[in-house]
């Protein structure tokens, strides 16, 4: 089956430094992979989605890369800020045909000022 | 972003009662819902796949007797949980998916279930 691994349970780095997160796959081609925020008591809220035909995206601070030969995604975070605290999931999609997706456990991201 | 509302945001039940949690699309038609179950400290698992006018789909292991889903109309899903137990004590969450769109979803705000 398919698995979805987030490598730190937790990151907690410096304001203005550069976050990176780990999204690793096994077991699975996804023809996309998606990044969420999700705050406290609150639903996942979109953030970036990049397909497999991509190398990387960006959008404002953050970037994403899609490697399908390493089967991994990076999201970095650049001039990091104590407001971007919160627990960032990656998914990635388990059937195109029916918009299913499976999330990883996520990391909690933590800037302190 | 679209707009998915869930209704209540937080509910306490006793053990062996029934709880009904709604999710409304309040930007578009949404023929797709999905709801998602959130332990603490835990990824979003997908419960099942809520189909406007038609039967849900479920994902394996989630008891569809139990989780009753309902998808009424194209823009309201509903989940009630049958004679909760304490260990359905979660937090649930719908999401919408846009008629034009394969790969988007937008999230509702979740639902804190709390059986006693």
């Known amino acids: 089956s398919q698995k979805i691994e987030q490598n730190s349970e937790a990151l907690n780095i410096q304001e203005g430094k550069t976050a990176t997160l780990t999204c690793n796959y096994t077991n699975y081609s996804p023809a996309y992979l998606q990044w969420y925020r999700q705050d406290p008591g609150r639903g996942p809220v979109f953030l970036l989605l990049i397909r497999e035909n991509e190398k990387e995206k960006r959008k404002e601070r953050l970037k994403v890369t899609f490697d399908t030969t390493l089967k991994q995604s990076l999201f970095h975070i650049t001039a990091s800020q104590p407001a971007d605290s919160a627990t960032y999931l990656c998914?990635?999609?388990?059937?195109?045909?029916?918009?299913?997706?499976?999330f990883g456990s996520g990391t909690r991201l933590s800037i302190r000022p | 972003g679209a707009v998915v509302s869930q209704h209540p945001s937080r509910v306490i039940c006793k053990s062996g009662t029934s709880v009904k949690i709604e999710c409304r699309s309040l930007d578009f038609q949404a023929t797709t819902m999905f709801w998602y179950r959130q332990f603490p400290k835990q990824s979003l698992m997908l419960m099942a796949t809520s189909n406007e006018g038609s039967k849900a789909t479920y994902e394996q292991g989630v008891e569809k007797d139990k989780f009753l889903i309902n998808h009424a109309s194209l823009t309201l899903s509903t989940l009630t949980v049958t004679s909760a137990h304490p260990e359905d004590s979660s937090f649930y969450i719908c999401?919408?998916?846009?008629?034009?769109?394969?790969?988007?979803?937008?999230f509702g705000p979740g639902t804190r279930l709390t059986v006693l």
């Open positions: 998914a990635l999609d388990m059937d195109s045909s029916a918009s299913k997706i499976i």
């Open positions: 999401s919408a998916r846009p008629p034009t769109s394969t790969d988007t979803q937008y």
